[in-house]
């Protein structure tokens, strides 16, 4: 088990993947339609 430092910056990576594959999931969606 990692500090909390580096517990923080492991989640906000994580949740910043989490948007950019959304987006990219968007894009590929809009561009079927």
Do not use: P
């Not at 500090?3 to 594959?21: R, V």
Request: with cysteine; hydrophobic share 35%; proline share 0%.
């Amino acid at each position: 088990i990692c500090d909390d430092d580096e517990w923080q910056t492991y989640i906000s990576g994580f949740m910043e993947a989490n948007k950019g594959k959304r987006k990219l999931i968007a894009k590929m969606r809009s561009v079927e339609l």
